[in-house]
């Protein structure tokens, strides 16, 4: 099992910054790639963007230039650095974990942006 927790959530201003956080535990050793994906009301859940242990990165079309992922492979932690936020990026954003056999979710955490 892989356990995640996200952190950094909240309400920001259109045009600030919010940085989110994702520590996994547990076999962590299973975990082929990690990301970011979110789900606003009424949509489906949606990719934002996506990190390999190797560092290889993808994001959808609509973050890209604005939103940056990373890790830190000896945390266990992937971050999601969003700038230049607009009110469409309000949603709960949830944080996956890739194994070989499916995926592991976060909780989910609120980003609201407010105009």
């Known amino acids: ?14 045009g600030g910054s919010l940085r989110l956080s994702c520590e996994a535990s547990g076999s ?3 975990i082929l790639d990690m990301g970011w994906y979110r789900q606003a009301p009424g949509l489906q859940r949606e990719l934002v963007a996506t990190i390999t242990t190797g560092g290889s990165t993808n994001y959808a079309d609509s973050v890209k230039g604005r939103f940056t992922i990373s890790n830190d492979n000896a ?4 971050y999601l650095q969003m ?7 309000t949603a709960v954003y949830y944080c996956n974990a890739h194994w070989r056999f499916g995926n592991y979710w976060g909780q989910g955490t609120q980003v609201t942006v407010s105009s």
């Open 75 to 78: 945390k266990n932690t992937v």
């Open 28 to 30: 962590v050793f299973r």
């Open 83 to 89: 700038n230049s936020l607009k009110r469409e990026d």
């Open 1 to 14: 099992q892989v356990q995640l927790v996200e952190s950094g959530g909240g309400l920001v201003q259109a």
